[in-house]
Nanobody, 121 residues
């Protein structure tokens, strides 16, 4: 069993940066791929980024390429999402998920509760 807790969200002005963290419990976390997803008000949840268990392969949604960077520190059981050049359309609840790979939600077995990111213009 893996439990995920996201943190690092907040209110930020457009153009600013945030670093989201996804802290996991469970000794097997380092063997899991991890993804970040987000859900804006009134919209479906969408894929943002993913990283494989070793951190050697990453994948990004086209809308965030060049602005978002996913990374992981398996010694700390934590995955990060660095978000730069924030835009109002990045406003959403950001979720991390583990146990899957890529952009398909139903491949992931474990989900966190989410952290709110709000970008003001």
């Amino acid at each position: 069993q893996v439990q995920l807790v996201e943190s690092g969200g907040g209110l930020v002005q457009a153009g600013g940066s945030l670093r989201l963290s996804c802290a996991a419990s469970g000794r097997t976390f380092s063997s899991y791929g991890v993804g970040w997803f987000r859900q804006a008000p009134g919209k479906e949840r969408e894929f943002v980024a993913a990283i494989n268990w070793r951190g050697s392969s990453t994948s990004y949604a086209q809308s965030v390429k060049g602005r978002f960077t996913i990374s992981r520190d398996n010694a700390k059981n934590t995955v990060y999402l660095q978000i730069n050049s924030l835009k109002p359309e990045d406003t959403a609840v950001y979720y991390c998920a583990a146990g899957g790979w890529g952009s398909t939600e139903n491949t992931y077995d474990y989900w966190g509760q989410g952290t709110q990111v709000t970008v003001s213009s």
